[in-house]
């Protein structure tokens, strides 16, 4: 009966009017400014900040050591530069190191970089301290992206971007080039986002630096954010994703399973098809819908043990239609992948 399921779920956010909040009495001087430069033509990553576009950007410090040491000189020097197009936002990393045979990076899966040098970008588009977009990105230009809702962080999920990396004789360098298609934003001719800025050192211990210092007597990370300014005229809506699959398998078994030499006989040929369609005509409203959707079709699952266990095996969400909109619906009674083989589901936000 389950593949007659039809699923409807529907997630309305309405923002009257985005008032950024910069502080309890709403003054914005009291935010350090990040200013991001526009630029003509988009740029080409090598993740060396070779581009002479960058030279036009204003560069601000990671200045502040903010684990171990509380708002204490960072030990390292750290600039990051903001630019953007019409398209796309381009944060560059500059992380200088005195010992940079120290660097520590792996080749490894998304979203398992923490272990690594990294640095990380975090964008509240909103400036309400209750959604943050994390972008993260370690030596070799592997990424990680989680949403960060309040202190809680979901590496489920992920979003298209670009990102490069190098290494040099006075550190590293990195560069993220993000969609704003990507992202959800006020349909504001000039846009006003909280951002927060960070710069991972391992070495004897994990080293954590920021560019706005942090009061660890304040629960709240993105209100501590400083201010992403400069974004003017940029557009996320208009945009369709399609992702449609097909696959087709064949089984079959020797006629005598006690004679090696016996004939081989297959059975008929199974197929499926399915897919999934989003359209977002604005940056605040968007339309999901699949037919037949696969789990497959994105990744397998990860091996797990079966036997003696407490708890319920717990697999993590990877399906796109699942995952969108998946922070506002993570409560103990909500566990989308017990939504298993569904033969239709449709989705709205607005």
Same mark, same amino acid.
């Given at each position: 009966?389950?593949?007659?399921?039809?699923?409807?779920?529907?997630?309305?956010?309405?923002?009257?009017?985005?008032?950024?909040?910069?502080?309890?009495?709403?003054?914005?001087?009291?935010?350090?400014?990040?200013?991001?430069?526009?630029?003509?033509?988009?740029?080409?990553?090598?993740?060396?900040?070779?581009?002479?576009?960058?030279?036009?950007?204003?560069?601000?410090?990671?200045?502040?050591?903010?684990?171990?040491?509380?708002?204490?000189?960072?030990?390292?020097?750290?600039?990051?530069?903001?630019?953007?197009?019409?398209?796309?936002?381009?944060?560059?990393?500059?992380?200088?190191?005195?010992?940079?045979?120290?660097?520590?990076?792996?080749? +490894?899966?998304? @979203? /398992?970089?923490?272990?690594? *040098?990294?640095?990380? &970008?975090?964008?509240? !588009?909103?400036?309400?301290?209750?959604?943050?977009?994390?972008?993260?990105?370690?030596?070799?230009?592997?990424?990680?992206?989680?949403?960060?809702?309040?202190?809680?962080?979901?590496?489920?999920?992920?979003?298209?971007?670009?990102?490069?990396?190098?290494?040099?004789?006075?550190?590293?360098?990195?560069?993220?080039?993000?969609?704003?298609?990507?992202?959800?934003?006020?349909?504001?001719?000039?846009?006003?986002?909280?951002?927060?800025?960070?710069?991972?050192?391992?070495?004897?211990?994990?080293?954590?630096?920021?560019? +706005?210092?942090? @009061? /660890?007597?304040?629960?709240? *990370?993105?209100?501590? &954010?400083?201010?992403? !300014?400069?974004?003017?005229?940029?557009?996320?809506?208009?945009?369709?994703?399609?992702?449609?699959?097909?696959?087709?398998?064949?089984?079959?078994?020797?006629?005598?399973?006690?004679?090696?030499?016996?004939?081989?006989?297959?059975?008929?040929?199974?197929?499926?098809?399915?897919?999934?369609?989003?359209?977002?005509?604005?940056?605040?409203?968007?339309?999901?819908?699949?037919?037949?959707?696969?789990?497959?079709?994105?990744?397998?699952?990860?091996?797990?043990?079966?036997?003696?266990?407490?708890?319920?095996?717990?697999?993590?969400?990877?399906?796109?239609?699942?995952?969108?909109?998946?922070?506002?619906?993570?409560?103990?009674?909500?566990?989308?992948?017990?939504?298993?083989?569904?033969?239709?589901?449709?989705?709205?936000?607005?």
């Amino acid at each position: 009966m389950n593949r007659l399921v039809f699923l409807i779920s529907a997630f309305l956010l309405y923002h009257s009017s985005f008032t950024p909040a910069f502080g309890a009495d709403g003054d914005r001087e009291t935010k350090p400014l990040f200013r991001a430069t526009r630029i003509e033509r988009p740029i080409q990553l090598s993740g060396k900040l070779d581009d002479p576009l960058w030279k036009l950007g204003q560069p601000v410090n990671l200045s502040y050591e903010i684990q171990p040491g509380e708002n204490t000189p960072a030990p390292q020097h750290t600039l990051a530069t903001a630019l953007y197009t019409r398209d796309y936002l381009y944060i560059g990393f500059r992380c200088f190191d005195s010992n940079p045979n120290e660097i520590r990076a792996n080749m +490894t899966d998304r @979203d /398992r970089i923490f272990k690594d *040098d990294f640095v990380m &970008a975090v964008f509240d !588009t909103y400036g309400d301290h209750q959604r943050g977009y994390e972008f993260a990105v370690n030596p070799f230009g592997i990424q990680a992206d989680l949403m960060k809702t309040l202190n809680n962080e979901d590496e489920s999920f992920d979003v298209m971007w670009q990102s490069a990396a190098a290494r040099n004789d006075s550190g590293w360098t990195a560069e993220l080039a993000i969609p704003f298609k990507s992202l959800r934003f006020p349909n504001n001719g000039e846009q006003t986002w909280s951002v927060l800025l960070y710069r991972n050192y391992p070495r004897t211990s994990r080293v954590i630096t920021s560019w +706005t210092p942090y @009061d /660890r007597n304040n629960p709240s *990370d993105l209100s501590q &954010a400083g201010v992403l !300014t400069g974004l003017v005229d940029i557009e996320s809506g208009g945009t369709v994703e399609l992702l449609p699959y097909a696959m087709g398998q064949q089984a079959g078994n020797l006629i005598d399973a006690n004679n090696p030499s016996s004939s081989f006989s297959n059975n008929k040929i199974q197929g499926r098809i399915g897919g999934g369609i989003q359209y977002s005509p604005s940056p605040n409203f968007s339309l999901d819908a699949v037919v037949n959707p696969d789990f497959s079709q994105i990744e397998t699952d990860a091996g797990q043990i079966s036997v003696n266990t407490t708890f319920a095996l717990n697999f993590q969400e990877k399906r796109p239609f699942f995952l969108t909109g998946q922070e506002l619906l993570q409560t103990p009674m909500y566990y989308s992948r017990s939504i298993n083989n569904p033969l239709g589901a449709a989705r709205v936000i607005g």
